[in-house]
C-alpha cells in the first residue's frame, strides 16, 4: 500500500515526478555505463593498461575540458531542453556499443568515442539540473526534493552495476 503524498511532498508536482523518474532511469544508465565500459574493453577487446588509462581520461577530461564553460551556457538556455538533450545524446552514444558489437567493428577507440560524449552530455545535464530544481519546486521543497532525487542516486548505484554485471555474464564473447 503506497503512503499518499503530504501537501508539502515534492511529489505533488507532476513536472518533478517527471524528473524524479527520469533520473532514476538516468542515473541507472550512468551506472551501468560506469561498470561496462572499463569490463567491456578488458574482457571483450583485451584493452592494455595503456587503454584502460585514455579510457578513463575520456570519461573524465569533460569536466575540465567543457564544466566551466558549461555554466555559463547553461545560464542561456532552457534547463530542462538541456538535462532532455543530454540525456538523448548519452542515451544514443551508450547504444552505439552493443550496435557496434554486433557488426563485429566495436574496437576500443570507440569507447574512448563514447566515454567522451557521455562525459560533455553529462556535464551539461549536470549543471541544468542544479538549477532546474529550485525552479521547479517551491523554495520550502527544495531539501525534501533533493533528498529524494539523492535517494535515488544512491539504489542506482546499488543496482545500475548489478544488472550491468549480470548482462555481462551472459554477452556472448567473440573471438
Same mark, same amino acid.
Given at each position: 500500500m503506497s503512503v499518499p503524498p503530504s501537501p508539502g511532498s515534492p511529489l505533488r508536482n507532476p513536472g518533478f515526478r517527471l524528473l524524479w523518474g527520469g533520473q532514476a532511469l538516468s542515473q541507472f544508465g550512468f551506472q551501468f555505463q560506469t561498470l561496462a565500459m572499463p569490463v567491456i574493453a578488458v574482457t571483450l577487446l583485451h584493452a592494455t593498461e595503456? =587503454?584502460?588509462?585514455?579510457?578513463?581520461?575520456a570519461n573524465t577530461a569533460a569536466f575540465l575540458l567543457v564544466g566551466l564553460l558549461a555554466g555559463g551556457w547553461v545560464d542561456r538556455m532552457r534547463?530542462?531542453? @538541456?538535462?532532455? $538533450?543530454? =540525456?538523448?545524446?548519452?542515451? @544514443?552514444?551508450?547504444?552505439?556499443?552493443? &550496435?557496434?558489437?554486433?557488426?563485429?567493428?566495436? %574496437?576500443?577507440?570507440?569507447?574512448? /568515442?563514447?566515454?567522451?560524449? @557521455?562525459?560533455?552530455?553529462? $556535464?551539461?545535464? =549536470? /549543471?541544468?539540473? %542544479?538549477?532546474?530544481?529550485?525552479?521547479?519546486?517551491?523554495?520550502?521543497? /527544495?531539501?525534501?526534493?533533493?533528498?529524494? !532525487?539523492?535517494?535515488?542516486? %544512491?539504489?542506482?548505484?546499488?543496482?545500475?552495476?548489478? @544488472?550491468?554485471?549480470? &548482462? !555481462?555474464?551472459v554477452w556472448p564473447r567473440r573471438g
Open positions: 595503456a =587503454d584502460m588509462g585514455y579510457l578513463n581520461a534547463k530542462r531542453h @538541456v538535462m532532455i $538533450v543530454a =540525456d538523448a545524446v548519452r542515451a @544514443v552514444a551508450i547504444c552505439a556499443i552493443p &550496435l557496434l558489437w554486433s557488426t563485429g567493428s566495436l %574496437q576500443v577507440w570507440h569507447l574512448y /568515442v563514447v566515454a567522451g560524449i @557521455v562525459g560533455v552530455a553529462t $556535464v551539461f545535464f =549536470d /549543471v541544468g539540473y %542544479q538549477s532546474y530544481l529550485p525552479i521547479l519546486v517551491p523554495s520550502e521543497q /527544495v531539501g525534501r526534493a533533493n533528498g529524494m !532525487l539523492e535517494g535515488v542516486a %544512491q539504489v542506482a548505484r546499488l543496482g545500475g552495476p548489478s @544488472v550491468a554485471g549480470g &548482462l !555481462l555474464a
